[in-house]
Nanobody, 126 residues
Framework: VQLQASGGGLVQAGGSLRLSCAAS????????MGWFRQAPGKERDFVAA????????VYADSVKGRFSISRDTPKNTVYLQMNSLTPEDTAVYYC????????????????????WGQGTLVTVSS
């Protein structure tokens, strides 16, 4: 599985961006996919995840109500719609996919993901 993330850029505080993660190669329709982010000098943090089989989603508390993860099955693509962005959202955003099926409560764990995209930079100016 190859993951290609795109959609990052520079946006002013309060603005919106939509990230895309296209999966290619041998894809598994039931796998979970997630978004993580890493700000300069910080660890990689969970942002949002989606379980492809039933569309279940989970979000980090810091993005609830502002970010939304969704999927386009025919395109094998997962999106992260980010609204009301703040400078604290500035980071490199990575998409990830797992080979296995997990319960929703496990989707925030980076360790369950086997494949990672190259990252896309989101910069929010104040």
């Amino acid at each position: 599985v190859q993951l290609q993330a795109s959609g990052g850029g520079l946006v002013q505080a309060g603005g919106s961006l939509r990230l895309s993660c296209a999966a290619s190669g041998r894809t598994f329709r039931r796998i979970p996919m997630g978004w993580f982010r890493q700000a300069p000098g910080k660890e990689r943090d969970f942002v949002a995840a989606l379980r492809w089989s039933d569309g279940s989603t989970v979000y980090a508390d810091s993005v609830k109500g502002r970010f939304s993860i969704s999927r386009d099955t025919p395109k094998n693509t997962v999106y992260l719609q980010m609204n009301s962005l703040t400078p604290e959202d500035t980071a490199v955003y990575y998409c990830a996919a797992s080979r296995s099926v997990y319960i929703v409560s496990a989707l925030h764990r980076a360790g369950i993901y086997d494949y990672w995209g190259q990252g896309t930079l989101v910069t929010v100016s104040s």
